[in-house]
């Protein structure tokens, strides 16, 4: 195998990763309300690998400044009760991969996504006639589960706009 070819496995193995960990946290916060430590972290060390891969030292640079800007506004919006610890890591982490090309999209999908789900949450919440409407199947049940208690698995937003806005970082090198 050339070095080429070597590092287009291992691109496609990265990749292939970075899904399934993005995958594993969208069914984690929806069934336990928790994204575990391990998320975060290996996405972190994939985009190191990814960065070995396709990324300039600059570009790096700016992936890892608008990571950490996305982290301290994630840790205020932690200590202001906002969201929870797992979420600010793992939007930190999604950021780190999306960098200045993709956060921007990466960030408006996961806080429209995350204020729908917000809203829908609270109407179910406090309409008697939207939980009538609602199915009964499992899936709902835990939909009505989190609108009982005010919770909201942002970890859904996240996954999903890092799923649909992340693609073009996929695609092969010109």
């Known amino acids: 195998m050339s070095s080429l070819e070597i590092s287009a496995a291992t691109l496609a193995c990265v990749q292939a990763a970075f899904v399934f960990c993005v995958c594993y ?42 990571a950490g800007i996305v982290f301290v506004a994630g840790f205020v919006s932690f200590v202001l009760g906002w969201i929870g610890g797992g979420d600010v890591k793992l939007l930190t982490a999604l950021t780190l991969w999306a960098g200045p090309s993709y956060g921007p999209d990466l960030l408006i999908m996961t806080t429209l996504g995350g204020g729908l789900m917000a809203f829908a949450l609270l109407l179910l ?33 996240m996954g999903t706009a890092a799923l649909v806005s992340l693609q073009p970082m996929f695609m092969p090198a010109t």
């Open 125 to 157: 919440r406090n309409s008697a006639q939207a939980r009538m409407l609602m199915p009964t199947a499992a899936p709902f049940r835990r939909i009505r589960s989190f609108a009982e208690r005010g919770v909201c698995p942002y970890g859904l937003a």
């Open 25 to 66: 946290a969208i069914v984690s916060d929806f069934t336990r309300l928790r994204i575990a430590n391990w998320i975060p972290a290996t996405l972190t060390v994939l985009f190191l690998v990814y960065a070995v891969l396709r990324l300039d030292v600059s570009t790096f640079k700016d992936h890892l400044m608008l």
